[in-house]
DNA sequence: CAGTGAGCGAGCTTCCGCTTGACTT
C-alpha cells in the first residue's frame, strides 16, 4: 500500500488532518521553522568561522548569499522526517500558505531531500472537505515567494544586527534595534513625550438635576451663557494649558461657576429643544489574533501572553481553530455552526438575515488561517464544557464563543435622545443645558456580546441611559446645581493591547509575534508596567533619540510597510532578492547602504550627548537627565542625584528635580559617630556602596562596603568598623604597615610595597606577626595568590607545553604565544591533551596587549594614519576638520583585508589626539596641558580651576573615552 | 555620582517569524 508523508506546521494540526486522511497518509509536524541563520558565534559552522560576513549570517560579499543551519533544538525532529521521508512513496509539503509557510515548505525540500516525488498544497481550514479538495490540486512551491521570506528575513537580520551593536557603543550593553521593536519603543516614547509636553487647563461648569412633575430626575450639564459657548477641553491648547487663540468660549473660575449657580438656583427652566436619532450598531468581525489580545486584557484582564498561553492550550485540545491568524474569515462549516446556534439560543429574530462577512483588517494580512472561532461543525455552549476545562482557558472560550456567536447576529437598534434646558438666572443672564440619554429598542448581538465588558447583561443595563418623554415648551425644575471642576487630561499611555493594536494598524509585527514583542521591550528595558499602562524608561528615551536622530528611516512608522510592498514585488517576480538588499544595505551606489552609515555613525555619535535627554519642562533650569552605567540621574554642575526608579519620564518637573538634587539619593543615615557626634550616612556612588563620616558632599572620611554587606540593612555598628579602614597594624623595619581596601580587594600596604590579603575580614583581624610573614614572602599577583602557576600542563614531542591556568574569565589554555578561553561544555578537569591542543590551535589568538606593545614600538598606527590622511584629498575646512578622523579608519579597514585578522591595536597619543572632539572643553584642556605640554597634574590642575584628584580621575575617564572612540572608528 | 594599589588570555550581547516542549525557580 502506497504511503504519502504530509508535513504541517503544527504537531496539534497534524493529528486533526490524520484522522481526516485516515489510512495510507502519515501526518507529521516540522514544528515551525526548521532552519534558520545562525544566531551566534556558537552557532556558526567552523568552516565559516572565519569569514568576514559569518557574524551576520549572510555572505554580504556574494549576492547576500544566507547561511542556514539546523537549529539544536530542532534537530531531533528533522532527524525524525527524514527516517518518514524514506519510508514514503509520496511527501506532501502542507504549510501554511503564506510567505513563512513557503519557506518553511521550501527548507523541508532542501534539508530532506527526498528520493520520492514532492508536492505542495495548501488549505485555510481545517475541515474534511477543505482538507480533500487541497490534496486533489496540488501545486508547486513558489520560488519568488520563498525569495521574498529569505528577503524579509536577511534585511531584519542585518538591521538588528548592525545597528544593535551601534547601541552597545553609544548607550549601554545588551540593547538591540529592530524593524519592529524599535519603531514600538518609539511609539511609546513619543506618547510620553506627548505627556511630558503637557500641561493640564481647567475649566469650572455646573451640573444640574432636573424635574418634570413628579417623575424621575435626570442629569444635564451647562454648555452655553448668553449666547456663547462654555469651554470643553478640546478648546485648551495641550501645550500651555491655556485655551486655544480660536476658541470663542467662556472659560468660568470656580467662583464665577458658583455665583451662577446660585444665581440660578430656583429658577424656571423650559424644553428648548428635544431630538431624537435612531442608530444601528453593527457587531465586531470574529476574533483575529490583536483583537483577541485586546479583549482578553480589557475583559478578563489577562495579558498578551497569558491569553495566548490560554488558546495555545484550547487549540491543542481540539477546542478552538488556530489562535495565530490574521483572517476575520469563518469556514462555511463556522458560519453554518453559529447561525444555527444563534437560532436555537436567542431565535430567528436574533440572526442577521444573510451571512456576515467582514473586511480584512490589517494591511499586510496574509489570511493564511481561519479566524479564531470554536472549532467543528456544531459549536459546544460554554456551559457544556464547564466540567471539562476551567479558568484562563474556560474564559478565554467563553470569550471567543461569544464573539463568533455574535458576528452573525442581528444589528442592535436605538434611539439616541439630544434634550436642549433654557432657564434665566436671577442676574439676567441666559444659560442653556444639555443632557443626553440613549435607548436601545432591540439588543441584537448585544445579547452575545459587549465590546470590553465582561458580561453582556449587566453591561447593556448600562447603555442605556433613559430620560423621561420631553417635548419641546415643557417646563421643568432645577434642583441641585453644583459647580464641578475639570482638566484636561494628556494623552493616555499605550497598554499592551493598545500598542499591539497600534503596531498592528501600521502592518507591523505579525500575530505569532505580538506577545513577544511586548517581552523583548519589557526584557531589554526600554519598558516597564504600571498597572496596565507602559511606561518607556529613560533607557528607551535615550535609544530612541538616537535612532530618530541618525537612523530615521529605519524607525519610521512605514517602514515596514515599505518593505512589505518591496517584498510583494519580489513575490510577484518583479523584483529580484539580491538586488533589492544591496540597495538596502550598500546603497544604489555603494556606500548610500546601512552598512555605510553604521561606520560614519559610529564616528559621528556623541555618547555623552545621547546620553543626555531633553525634558522640555527642566528647559532654562540648567538641569539635565542622563542615562548612565548606573541608570538615570539629574545632573547641573557638580550636583548629581539618582533618578527614583518609580519615577516615570512625565512626572519629572523642575521642583520635582530641585528637591532629587538638594536632597542626594540612595543616602540613608545610619545614626551618629558617638566619638565625634558626625552622621554616619550609607550611600550608593559610583564604585558601589560605601559609607561616609560627616555632611552631604564633603565627608570627613569615606569607606568602601565590603561583599557580604549591604546598603539597606548596615547597622551603625558594622558601618563604623568600616570606617576605621585603612586601620594601622603595626611598624615593619621603620616603615608603618595599614590594611585598606582597595579596587582589588584587601592589601596590606607598606611604604611603596604591598602584600593582598585573602579575605576582607582579616582586614580588621591581621596582626603585626601575620604582617610580617607576609611581607617576608615574595609579591603574588592574581587571584588571592591562587594561580600564577599553571592548574594543569600538557607535554608535546612535537610542539610547545600546554598550560591551563585559571585568570578574571575563567579557565584558559596557553602556550606561552596565544591563549584560548574555555566554554561552559569544556570541563576543564577531564580535559585531554589532544583537546587541549586542538582547542589551541582552532581558536587561540594572540593576546591582545602584547601586540599592543609591539605596534606602540613600531609606531604601527601612526604611521597608518599619516599614510591614509596623505591620500586624502577630498576633504576640505578647517583646520580641525583637515585632520580627517575618519579616513585613517577606512585605511585601517584596508590593511585588515590584506592581512587576517589583525589583533587589536593600542593606539599611540598621536592617534588620540584626533579624537579629542568627544571631550568636554575641560577635559579638552585637562589632557592637552598634561600630554601635549608636559605638564605635571599636581600643577596645572589648579590653573584649570580642578582639584588635583578630580583631575587625575579625569584622565584616566579621558583616556578611555579616547580609546573607545578610536577603536569606534578602527 | 567617593578615592585608592598592583597587573592581568576576552568574548559576547543583538534581529523577526514559524512552532513546542524541556528545562529550572
Known amino acids: 500500500m502506497p504511503k504519502t508523508l504530509v508535513i504541517v506546521e503544527s504537531p496539534a494540526k497534524a493529528k486533526t488532518i490524520g484522522k481526516y486522511l485516515g489510512k495510507g497518509y502519515v501526518v507529521e509536524s516540522s514544528i515551525g521553522h526548521i532552519r534558520d541563520l545562525p544566531r551566534s558565534a556558537s552557532e556558526i559552522p567552523e568552516r565559516y568561522k572565519g569569514e568576514a560576513w559569518a557574524r551576520l549570517g549572510i555572505n554580504v560579499e556574494e549576492d547576500f548569499r544566507p547561511l542556514y543551519i539546523v537549529a539544536p533544538e530542532k534537530r531531533s525532529q528533522v532527524a525524525k522526517l527524514k527516517s518518514l521521508v524514506k519510508d514514503a512513496d509520496l511527501v506532501v509539503l502542507a504549510t501554511d500558505d503564506d510567505r513563512e509557510g513557503e519557506s518553511i515548505a521550501w527548507h523541508l525540500l532542501q534539508e530532506l531531500k527526498p528520493k520520492v516525488p514532492v508536492k505542495r498544497m495548501v488549505f485555510h481550514e481545517i475541515t474534511k472537505e477543505a482538507i480533500a479538495s487541497a490534496i486533489q490540486h496540488p501545486r508547486n512551491i513558489d520560488e519568488n515567494l520563498v525569495e521574498a521570506q529569505e528577503a524579509r528575513r536577511a534585511l531584519d537580520r542585518l538591521y538588528g544586527y548592525e545597528v544593535s551593536p551601534v547601541l552597545w557603543k553609544k548607550v549601554a550593553p545588551k540593547l538591540s534595534a529592530g524593524r519592529v521593536q524599535s519603531v514600538a519603543t518609539r511609539m511609546l516614547v513619543e506618547r510620553e513625550r ?177 479566524a479564531i472561532r470554536p472549532a467543528g461543525s456544531s459549536f459546544r455552549t460554554p456551559e457544556s464544557l464547564r466540567g471539562e476545562i476551567s479558568g484562563d482557558e474556560w474564559r478565554v472560550y467563553d470569550l471567543i464563543w461569544k464573539r463568533t456567536v455574535a458576528s452573525q447576529m442581528a444589528d442592535a437598534r436605538g434611539r439616541r435622545l439630544q434634550v436642549r434646558l433654557g432657564g434665566r438666572a436671577q442676574d439676567g443672564r441666559d444659560t442653556v443645558f444639555a443632557a443626553s440619554g440613549k435607548a436601545i429598542d432591540f439588543p441584537g448581538f448585544l445579547r452575545a456580546y459587549v465590546e470590553g465588558s465582561d458580561d453582556p447583561e449587566a453591561a447593556l443595563e448600562d447603555r442605556e441611559v433613559l430620560l423621561p418623554a420631553l417635548k419641546s415648551g415643557d417646563g421643568v425644575t432645577a434642583r441641585d446645581l453644583k459647580p464641578l471642576g475639570h482638566a484636561t487630561q494628556p494623552p493616555a499611555r499605550f497598554t499592551e493591547a493598545s500598542l499591539v493594536q497600534a503596531l498592528e494598524g501600521a502592518g507591523i509585527g505579525r500575530p505569532s509575534t505580538y506577545a513577544s514583542i511586548l517581552g523583548t521591550i519589557q526584557d531589554r528595558g526600554y519598558a516597564v508596567k504600571r498597572g496596565q499602562a507602559l511606561v518607556p524608561t529613560w533607557t528607551a528615551f535615550a535609544t530612541s533619540a538616537l535612532l530618530e536622530h541618525h537612523f530615521g528611516r529605519l524607525v519610521d512608522y512605514d517602514f515596514t510597510a515599505r518593505m512589505e510592498e518591496d517584498l510583494d514585488d519580489i513575490a510577484g517576480g518583479r523584483q529580484k532578492r539580491a538586488p533589492y538588499l544591496r540597495g538596502f544595505y550598500l546603497g544604489e551606489q555603494e556606500g548610500l547602504g546601512l552598512k555605510n552609515l553604521v561606520e560614519t555613525r559610529l564616528e559621528a555619535i556623541d555618547p555623552r550627548e545621547i546620553a543626555t535627554i531633553e525634558v522640555p519642562k ?16 539629574l545632573t547641573r554642575g557638580e550636583a548629581r542625584a539618582n533618578l527614583p526608579e518609580e519615577l516615570t519620564p512625565d512626572e519629572l518637573t523642575a521642583e520635582k528635580a530641585e528637591e532629587l538634587l538638594g536632597r542626594p539619593s540612595g543616602e540613608r543615615p545610619l545614626g551618629n559617630d558617638p566619638e565625634t557626634g558626625l552622621p554616619v550616612i550609607a550611600r550608593a556612588g559610583r564604585f558601589g556602596p560605601y559609607v561616609q563620616l560627616g555632611e552631604g558632599n564633603t565627608p570627613v572620611k569615606t569607606s568602601s562596603l565590603l561583599p557580604g554587606d549591604d546598603l539597606n540593612t548596615l547597622s551603625l555598628e558594622r558601618a563604623l568598623e568600616l570606617l576605621t579602614l585603612p586601620r594601622f597594624v603595626g611598624t615593619l623595619e621603620g616603615e608603618e604597615v595599614w590594611a585598606h581596601n582597595g579596587r582589588y580587594g584587601p592589601y596590606l600596604k607598606r611604604g611603596s610595597d604591598s602584600r593582598s590579603l585573602n579575605n576582607h575580614e582579616e582586614l580588621f583581624s591581621v596582626t603585626h606577626e601575620q604582617a610580617e610573614q607576609l611581607f617576608a614572602q615574595p609579591r603574588v599577583f592574581g587571584r588571592r595568590g591562587a594561580a600564577s602557576g599553571p592548574l594543569k600542563r600538557f607535554e608535546f614531542s612535537d610542539r610547545t607545553t600546554i598550560d591551563l591556568k585559571s585568570g578574571r574569565f575563567g579557565p584558559y589554555l596557553t602556550d606561552g604565544t596565544v591563549n584560548a578561553t574555555l566554554r561552559k561544555d569544556e570541563g576543564g578537569e577531564n580535559l585531554t591533551p589532544d583537546e587541549a591542543r586542538s582547542i589551541l590551535e582552532e581558536r587561540g589568538k594572540e593576546p591582545k596587549s602584547k601586540a599592543g606593545k609591539t605596534a606602540r614600538g613600531g609606531k604601527a598606527s601612526a604611521a597608518k594614519g599619516g599614510k591614509a590622511a596623505k591620500t586624502t584629498t577630498k576633504k576640505t575646512g578647517t583646520a580641525e576638520t583637515a585632520k580627517p578622523a575618519r579616513k585613517p579608519a ?70 578611555r573615552k579616547l580609546n573607545q572612540a578610536a577603536r569606534a572608528g578602527a
Open 194 to 370: 506627548e505627556r511630558m509636553r503637557f500641561v493640564s487647563g481647567s475649566w469650572w461648569d455646573i451640573e444640574g438635576r432636573f424635574q418634570v412633575a413628579e417623575g424621575e430626575g435626570f442629569p444635564a450639564t451647562l454648555i452655553e451663557l448668553d449666547g456663547k459657548k462654555l469651554a470643553q477641553g478640546k478648546d485648551f491648547d495641550p501645550a500651555s494649558g491655556q485655551l486655544k487663540k480660536s476658541a470663542d468660549v467662556w472659560q468660568l473660575s470656580e467662583q464665577q461657576a458658583r455665583e451662577l449657580a446660585e444665581s440660578l438656583a430656583g429658577q424656571p427652566f423650559r424644553v428648548l429643544s428635544a431630538e431624537e436619532k435612531p442608530f444601528t450598531q453593527r457587531p465586531y468581525a470574529p476574533f483575529i489574533t490583536s483583537t483577541l489580545q485586546q479583549e482578553g486584557g480589557r475583559k478578563l484582564g489577562m495579558n498578551a501572553s497569558r491569553t495566548m498561553r490560554a488558546a495555545q492550550k484550547l487549540y491543542e485540545g481540539g477546542y478552538i481553530t488556530y489562535m495565530r491568524t490574521d483572517s476575520t474569515t469563518l469556514s462555511k462549516e463556522a458560519m453554518d455552526a453559529a447561525r444555527s446556534q444563534v437560532r436555537a439560543m436567542y431565535g430567528e429574530q436574533y440572526l442577521h438575515p444573510t451571512p456576515r462577512t467582514y473586511e480584512k483588517k490589517s494591511k499586510n494580512a496574509q489570511e493564511a488561517h481561519e
Open 618 to 633: 527642566l528647559a532654562g533650569s540648567g538641569i539635565e537627565v542622563r542615562v548612565g552605567r548606573y541608570g538615570p540621574y
Open 890 to 959: 577606512a585605511g585601517a579597514a584596508k590593511i585588515k583585508k590584506g592581512k587576517k585578522a589583525p589583533a587589536k591595536v593600542t593606539p599611540s597619543w598621536d592617534a588620540l589626539r584626533r579624537h579629542v572632539g568627544v571631550l568636554s572643553e575641560t577635559e579638552r584642556r585637562l589632557v592637552i596641558a598634561v600630554r601635549d605640554e608636559g605638564h605635571k597634574v599636581d600643577e596645572i590642575a589648579p590653573v584649570l580651576g580642578l582639584e588635583v584628584n578630580k583631575a587625575k580621575g579625569m584622565l584616566l575617564q579621558i583616556g
